[in-house]
T-cell receptor, first 112, second 115 residues
Framework: DQQVKQNSPSLSVQEGRISILNCDYT??????FLWYKKYPAEGPTFLIS?????DKNEDGRFTVFLNKSAKHLSLHIVPSQPGDSAVYFC???????????FGQGTTLQVKP | DGGITQSPKYLFRKEGQNVTLSCEQN?????MYWYRQDPGQGLRLIYY???????QKGDIAEGYSVSREKKESFPLTVTSAQKNPTAFYLC??????????????FGSGTRLTVV
């Protein structure tokens, strides 16, 4: 049972344009949602998070939007840069369990 | 610098052998976790420990074992009972309670290959 889903395995955008990565979840008990960025053969690094009581959080070029009624969140990167090319994981956590549940990941390629 | 250290980075194992992956953290985090990454499947939780001398099974614990004798260390043993051990293994830690603000801090991973 996949509680966090990233249905797009890959995304390719042109440098300078917007990248939009999507994520859906099924568990309404999730308190926090996070995005991690991962390069090959490295551990994921934290990118940005959002509490379930908010609908938007912004940090520089990165903005995460949360639509609780649709159980959907998205990560916007604007403008996209070649260095943003990586695998992006959406993750969710419930305060009850303390366990971080990950989506399958989306590979972003930003072309110069 | 505080962080999580996983060793070795690459590990080869013959079929039928047990192998132990090391994970050490100096972040003073209470909780530690082991994940496995396979192509197209994201990160799946193997085992986690929220306090010393205690640990719980994750979603795919079969064929694995762990110990948590010290706060800083959470080694993972991949046993011969694990049917598909070839994968990228990630260790993580967090402040007790799951680290709701920032999630987990991850190590750089160990690539295990069964030959």
């Amino acid at each position: 049972d996949q509680q966090v889903k990233q249905n797009s395995p890959s995304l390719s955008v042109q440098e300078g344009r917007i990248s939009i990565l999507n994520c859906d979840y099924t568990n309404s008990m999730f308190d926090y949602f996070l995005w991690y960025k991962k390069y090959p053969a490295e551990g994921p690094t934290f990118l940005i998070s959002i509490s379930s009581i908010k609908d938007k959080n912004e940090d520089g070029r990165f903005t995460v939007f949360l639509n609780k009624s649709a159980k959907h969140l998205s990560l916007h990167i604007v403008p996209s840069q070649p260095g943003d090319s990586a695998v992006y994981f959406c993750a969710a956590i419930s305060g009850n369990t303390g366990k971080l549940i990950f989506g399958q990941g989306t590979t972003l390629q930003v072309k110069p | 610098d505080g962080g999580i250290t996983q060793s070795p980075k690459y590990l080869f194992r013959k079929e039928g052998q047990n192998v132990t992956l090391s994970c050490e953290q100096n972040l003073n985090h209470d909780a530690m976790y082991w994940y496995r990454q396979d192509p197209g499947q994201g990160l799946r939780l193997i085992y986690y420990s929220q306090i010393v001398n205690d640990f719980q099974k994750g979603d795919i614990a079969e064929g694995y074992s762990v110990s948590r004798e010290k706060k800083e260390s959470f080694p993972l043993t991949v046993t011969s009972a694990q049917k598909n051990p070839t994968a990228f293994y990630l260790c993580a830690s967090s402040i007790s309670g799951g680290g709701l603000d920032y999630g987990y801090t991850f190590g750089s991973g160990t690539r295990l290959t069964v030959v």
